[in-house]
T-cell receptor, first 113, second 112 residues
Framework: LAKTTQPISMDSYEGQEVNITCSHN???????ITWYQQFPSQGPRFIIQ???TKVTNEVASLFIPADRKSSTLSLPRVSLSDTAVYYC??????????????FGDGTTLTVKP | DGGITQSPKYLFRKEGQNVTLSCEQN?????MYWYRQDPGQGLRLIYY???????QKGDIAEGYSVSREKKESFPLTVTSAQKNPTAFYLC???????????FGSGTRLTVV
């Protein structure tokens, strides 16, 4: 099972682009990469998912290099409301179904005025 | 709107008591999960159920019990055998389309 490593915390200012990188050196062929956002006293919320190259949706982009040993969540023009903990999960559908896609400690992003 | 409903939002338990946390979903998802989150930490899996009438232990199942009699419901009982139950408990289901989790808003349990 792929182990993930993220920075513990990051600071940014309103309007800046924020990039959070997750390392997953032993990612398997069938693994997908999924990012979640969690606000205090709430459940995590699915942000974006990808397998390779680049994925973009209305809130974020996910960049995955060819070797897939890392991934970068990019948040454009952050606001104060983006202050949250961000988790990177790696897993295939079978292991995810069996609860084996484990959440690490995440990255606490603090956006300042 | 479809989603996961957890109740109560806050729960206080006296030592030695069992308490049951409710989790209901109207998403028609087969798989459901219970996680525990301690301050400043990630989520740890307590129990999961991939189908009705079946469930499996997660990484920290000791002192907890679950049932899955209906697809929509996956209640968690925190028993007196759980020595440190004060935590934030999260229930989730798994979307079969993209295997992403949908979480409830959580129950904060405090032992008094």
């Amino acid at each position: 099972l792929a182990k993930t490593t993220q920075p513990i915390s990051m600071d940014s200012y309103e309007g800046q682009e924020v990039n959070i990188t997750c390392s997953h050196n032993n990612i398997a062929t069938n693994d997908y990469i999924t990012w979640y956002q969690q606000f205090p006293s709430q459940g995590p919320r699915f942000i974006i998912q990808g397998y390779k190259t680049k994925v973009t949706n209305e809130v974020a982009s996910l960049f995955i290099p060819a070797d897939r040993k890392s991934s970068t969540l990019s948040l454009p023009r952050v606001s104060l409301s983006d202050t949250a903990v961000y988790y990177c999960l790696v897993g295939d559908p079978v292991n995810t179904n069996a609860g084996k896609s484990t959440f690490g400690d995440g990255t606490t992003l603090t956006v300042k005025p | 709107d479809g989603g996961i409903t957890q109740s109560p939002k806050y729960l206080f338990r006296k030592e030695g008591q069992n308490v049951t946390l409710s989790c209901e979903q109207n998403l028609n998802h087969d798989a459901m999960y219970w996680y525990r989150q301690d301050p400043g930490q990630g989520l740890r899996l307590i129990y999961y159920s991939q189908i009705v009438n079946d469930f499996q232990k997660g990484d920290i199942a000791e002192g907890y019990s679950v049932s899955r009699e209906k697809k929509e419901s996956f209640p968690l009982t925190v028993t007196s055998a759980q020595k440190n139950p004060t935590a934030f408990y999260l229930c989730a289901s798994l979307r079969p389309t993209d295997y992403g989790y949908t979480f409830g808003s959580g129950t904060r349990l405090t032992v008094v």
